[in-house]
């Protein structure tokens, strides 16, 4: 009792605060401290990001409105220096939308520059020159051209009228710009110093915080662990009881700790139950063990169960049939002058039979009607009743039934529920035993008949063995046939991996085509500079050969060139033929799908070959079906290039008779319809030679023609039919041949109508990464129809540097620009040019070359550009046909770009569109 009493008086001062208060208040007195230090650094932190954004946000913007001003001023002055050279209207609209949109965004830099008077004096400055340079260079150099003022023009560029305003405004601005970084740094450093401040009162405050925090956390560990340690050495007193379960801890507080002693005696309460249960089912288990009577068995389970629960009646059944459907009652408990219960019963029959069909325990409060508990004294009526199944292996074998005149405390139907868990299995061993010694009595009677059938069996062993025998050549013959059998099989496998074998060889030869057709597109693709180069020569001097030939020349020389130039373009022609393959192999051809009026096709087809059966006296005639759609959706120009390859082999391969074009609507497979609902059939048929029947296949191959003698006699690369076949694949068509030798041919295109390409279950071709350039391409800053500015001489001693590797490239260039009066000097790789432009500035144009040794054409001209300021007009010369290779060539630095072959007219154009402008 004292120490209960010491135990009540250290926990008593904290009975109405909790462990929960204790802790809560500590953390709301942390957290108001570092709700109070978060407001104010949070303050200070967004004043600072406020005045470092806004800081940010008014640099940036001066900064642009400073960049947009330079473009105006610098494309007022381009625009208008391209209107005077070319005299069109359109330059003029960079000039008049930078004129009228430069002064809204000075004043916006005015509006930002507000305090800072020496910034606004810089801008008024640069307000004041650009309104003076379209007062007097602008504006009135636009009109003079207006009024095709040659004299006043060549006037305004001698007197270099407003470059001096242009210089001032950039250099101002410049200044301008350099004045804003610095007020940035000075402004950033200001920011920084206040940065500095707050990081040192944010950790003023932390050290604060930090104290409050030991405080607080020392103060209310103290107050919990006081309480604790109370309870602690009260567990501990129960402990020394040597768990007999009676001591339980007392409740002296109204905190957590009341929680855990109550929780605590309701685990004691339970233990003590539990080992009640316990030991009580051991005492009975131990009393019934090593009996072999079922009888015996029943009559002292049931005794020690009644008195434990303080049963009055009751009554144990067990089945007697191996069916388990009769339960016969084995013994009572304080059995009257009338029997107790019945004599036996079945599953599912009453109360007792239901609990032995569904296994489970039922107990029952309302007893009224149920049989008198007799006494000396008298009869009563029991107050419940309670019925367990007793069961082995998920099978009911024995019911056990009991009745009090008191009540069945839970704590009591556990302990039954625990007893007869474990009577089940004695129970079954038990009737086990007495059905074994059942079974031997009957073992023994069945002896004594086997030892009879045992010499009957003797006798039939004896002819058994007999046929044993025979049975035994038989098999020893049928052993052989296996071996040989099995012998056969090996044969057989190992034929089989010779199989696998061989299988792997073709796939791996299989690979290696594929790879060498790999190959094969790659190297198709790249032949391509390699075959250009030389190219660019042949034509250049054949076209020079033709058209600037002397009077004093032999008309033998002019017919030399022509054939040479004629070459050259049979040359890049095939080329071509090998490029277009190359992009089918490799699948990087795209198609373009788009409408087709074939309304149009037929005339279109008539004005394009027409001259073609003039020259040869052959009949040429195009019939249109009027169920033939107006319009169909594929890619224009592969199906005119199919068209016309297939017309112009009937031409070539047609000497007399007719060439007749048929269009149709074709019958359609279901397999065609599934790609597109809508065809069109175009039917090809001359009079010409004709194909052998086994040629048919053969001509549709790469570099294939039906015979050695038709190239012979009609030339051709056998590239064009090649060609058409893989270009109708991927427009979801087909080409077919019909043919005989002698009587002509007809080649029908069978050609869908696909609004967005081919069905997903289509392989779609990918899109291609080659471009032919053609001589018809003009770059975007050339314009060969611009009228002549200058005078017939303008080329000449004008100074040109040819960048080349090739020397047949530098001869060509060099005898045409020598023509018309230019001097031209020339180096061989882009590290002899940078020597040559470091030492002789004096160059009026480069032509650079762009595939050299040691240094490339892009390398070379970027450090032109970057590295030596070089300003002077660069002319990029590429025999490359790489998709945007003109993008590449202008990012580096080129001032244009023309792809090999040259055309001379372009090539001349260009430079006199450049030379000009940079004599401007």
């Given at each position: 009792?004292?120490?209960?009493?010491?135990?009540?008086?250290?926990?008593?001062?904290?009975?109405?605060?909790?462990?929960?208060?204790?802790?809560?208040?500590?953390?709301?007195?942390?957290?108001?401290?570092?709700?109070?230090?978060?407001?104010?650094?949070?303050?200070?932190?967004?004043?600072?990001?406020?005045?470092?954004?806004?800081?940010?946000?008014?640099?940036?913007?001066?900064?642009?409105?400073?960049?947009?001003?330079?473009?105006?001023?610098?494309?007022?002055?381009?625009?208008?220096?391209?209107?005077?050279?070319?005299?069109?209207?359109?330059?003029?609209?960079?000039?008049?939308?930078?004129?009228?949109?430069?002064?809204?965004?000075?004043?916006?830099?005015?509006?930002?520059m507000e305090g800072r008077p020496d910034q606004q004096e810089s801008l008024d400055s640069v307000k004041t020159h650009i309104t003076r340079w379209i007062e007097t260079a602008g504006e009135p150099s636009i009109n003079l051209k207006r009024n095709n003022d040659e004299a006043g023009i060549k006037k305004f560029y001698r007197e270099e009228v407003g470059r001096s305003e242009i210089q001032s405004t950039m250099a101002t601005l410049g200044k301008i710009r350099s004045d804003e970084i610095s007020h940035l740094a000075s402004e950033a450093k200001k920011l920084d110093n206040v940065n500095n401040k707050i990081v040192f009162t944010l950790g003023l405050f932390l050290f604060i915080a930090a104290i409050v925090a030991i405080f607080f956390s020392s103060f209310i560990s103290k107050s919990i662990t006081n309480t604790i340690t109370g309870t602690t050495a009260a567990i501990r007193h129960i402990a020394q009881e040597k768990g007999t379960f009676t001591s339980r801890i007392p409740i002296t507080t109204k905190d957590e700790v009341r929680d855990l002693a109550v929780a605590t005696n309701d685990l004691l309460d339970d233990l003590e139950n539990r080992e009640w249960v316990r030991s009580n089912a051991t005492q009975v288990v131990k009393n019934y063990q090593g009996i072999d009577a079922i009888?015996?068995?029943?009559?002292?389970?049931?005794?020690?169960?009644?008195?434990?629960?303080?049963?009055?009646?009751?009554?144990?059944?067990?089945?007697?049939?191996?069916?388990?459907?009769?339960?016969?009652?084995?013994?009572?408990?304080?059995?009257?002058?009338?029997?107790?219960?019945?004599?036996?019963?079945?599953?599912?029959?009453?109360?007792?039979?239901?609990?032995?069909?569904?296994?489970?325990?039922?107990?029952?409060?309302?007893?009224?009607?149920?049989?008198?508990?007799?006494?000396?004294?008298?009869?009563?009526?029991?107050?419940?009743?309670?019925?367990?199944?007793?069961?082995?292996?998920?099978?009911?074998?024995?019911?056990?039934?009991?009745?009090?005149?008191?009540?069945?405390?839970?704590?009591?139907?556990?302990?039954?529920?625990?007893?007869?868990?474990?009577?089940?299995?004695?129970?079954?061993?038990?009737?086990?035993?007495?059905?074994?010694?059942?079974?031997?009595?009957?073992?023994?009677?069945?002896?004594?008949?086997?030892?009879?059938?045992?010499?009957?069996?003797?006798?039939?062993?004896?002819?058994?063995?007999?046929?044993?025998?025979?049975?035994?050549?038989?098999?020893?013959?049928?052993?052989?046939?296996?071996?040989?059998?099995?012998?056969?099989?090996?044969?057989?496998?190992?034929?089989?991996?010779?199989?696998?074998?061989?299988?792997?060889?073709?796939?791996?030869?299989?690979?290696?085509?594929?790879?060498?057709?790999?190959?094969?597109?790659?190297?198709?693709?790249?032949?391509?500079?390699?075959?250009?180069?030389?190219?660019?020569?042949?034509?250049?001097?054949?076209?020079?050969?033709?058209?600037?030939?002397k009077a004093e020349n032999q008309e033998e020389d002019e017919e030399f060139a022509r054939v040479i130039n004629s070459s050259g373009k049979d040359l890049l022609n095939l080329i071509n033929d090998i490029l277009d393959l190359s992009k089918i192999e490799a699948g990087k051809l795209e198609m373009i799908y788009e409408e087709v009026n074939i309304n149009e096709l037929p005339l279109y087809l008539k004005q394009s070959f027409t001259h073609f059966s003039n020259d040869k006296d052959v009949v040429f005639n195009v019939v249109k079906e009027d169920d033939v759609a107006d319009v169909i959706h594929t890619d224009h120009k592969r199906f005119q290039q199919i068209l016309k390859n297939l017309l112009s082999n009937a031409f070539k391969f047609t000497e007399h008779g007719s060439v007749n074009v048929h269009l149709y609507n074709p019958s359609l497979t279901k397999e065609q319809q599934r790609i597109s609902e809508q065809w069109l059939a175009i039917s090809v048929t001359d009079t010409g030679i004709g194909i052998p029947k086994e040629k048919h296949e053969l001509i549709f191959e790469s570099f294939q023609q039906a015979d050695g003698a038709t190239v012979r006699k009609y030339g051709g690369t056998g590239l064009g039919l090649s060609i058409c076949k893989e270009f109708a694949q991927l427009l979801g068509g087909t080409i077919t041949l019909d043919s005989t030798e002698g009587e002509g041919s007809t080649f029908t295109l069978y050609i869908p109508s696909l609004q967005t390409g081919l069905p997903n279950n289509v392989e779609m071709p990918a899109e291609s990464i080659f471009e032919v350039p053609s001589v018809e391409e003009t770059p975007d800053a050339t314009q060969t129809d611009m009228p002549a500015i200058v005078e017939e001489n303008f080329f000449k001693n004008k100074r040109v540097l040819i960048v080349d590797d090739d020397e047949r490239n530098i001869f060509a260039l060099e005898k045409t620009l020598q023509q018309h009066g230019m001097i031209v000097d020339s180096v061989r790789n882009g590290r002899e040019c940078l020597n040559f432009i470091e030492k002789d500035r004096h160059v009026d144009v480069i032509l650079m070359d762009i595939m050299m040794p040691e240094l490339d054409g892009y390398d070379t001209m970027q450090i032109l550009r970057e590295d030596m300021n070089i300003e002077l007009p660069i002319i990029a010369l590429t025999a490359k046909a790489m998709k945007s290779d003109r993008e590449k060539c202008i990012a580096a630095g080129a001032t244009d770009y023309i792809s090999k072959p040259l055309n001379l007219e372009q090539l001349f154009s260009v430079l006199r569109v450049w030379l000009t402008t940079e004599v401007m």
């Open positions: 009792m004292l120490y209960f009493i010491n135990l009540e008086r250290k926990v008593g001062n904290n009975v109405n605060f909790k462990i929960r208060s204790k802790i809560t208040s500590g953390y709301i007195a942390l957290i108001l401290c570092l709700i109070i230090g978060v407001i104010v650094v949070g303050f200070q932190v967004s004043t600072l990001q406020t005045e470092r954004n806004k800081l940010m946000t008014n640099t940036a913007k001066v900064q642009t409105l400073l960049s947009t001003l330079e473009n105006h001023t610098l494309n007022m002055n381009r625009s208008q220096r391209g209107y005077i050279v070319t005299g069109k209207d359109s330059y003029l609209d960079p000039y008049r939308e930078a004129k009228a949109n430069w002064e809204d965004n000075w004043n916006e830099l005015n509006v930002l009888k015996q068995l029943t009559s002292i389970f049931l005794s020690q169960v009644a008195r434990i629960t303080r049963a009055s009646y009751g009554s144990l059944y067990v089945r007697n049939d191996k069916e388990g459907k009769i339960f016969e009652q084995q013994t009572s408990f304080a059995n009257s002058y009338t029997k107790i219960g019945r004599e036996t019963i079945a599953l599912g029959e009453g109360l007792a039979g239901q609990a032995a069909l569904e296994r489970r325990v039922i107990h029952l409060t309302d007893t009224t009607g149920y049989q008198m508990i007799s006494t000396s004294l008298g009869d009563m009526p029991p107050k419940e009743v309670i019925i367990l199944p007793i069961t082995f292996e998920e099978k009911t074998i024995a019911i056990l039934e009991l009745a009090t005149v008191n009540a069945f405390e839970k704590l009591d139907r556990i302990f039954l529920k625990e007893v007869v868990s474990s009577l089940g299995l004695t129970i079954n061993s038990v009737l086990t035993r007495m059905e074994v010694v059942q079974l031997l009595n009957e073992s023994r009677a069945m002896s004594e008949e086997l030892q009879a059938q045992t010499e009957e069996l003797q006798t039939q062993s004896e002819e058994l063995q007999t046929q044993s025998e025979e049975l035994q050549a038989q098999t020893e013959e049928l052993t052989n046939i296996n071996e040989q059998l099995e012998e056969r099989t090996r044969e057989a496998e190992e034929k089989t991996a010779e199989l696998e074998i061989t299988k792997s060889d073709l796939e791996r030869n299989a690979e290696e085509l594929i790879q060498s057709s790999k190959y094969k597109s790659e190297f198709l693709a790249n032949m391509s500079h390699e075959l250009r180069t030389p190219l660019n020569s042949i034509l250049i001097l054949s076209e020079m050969l033709a058209e600037n030939a």
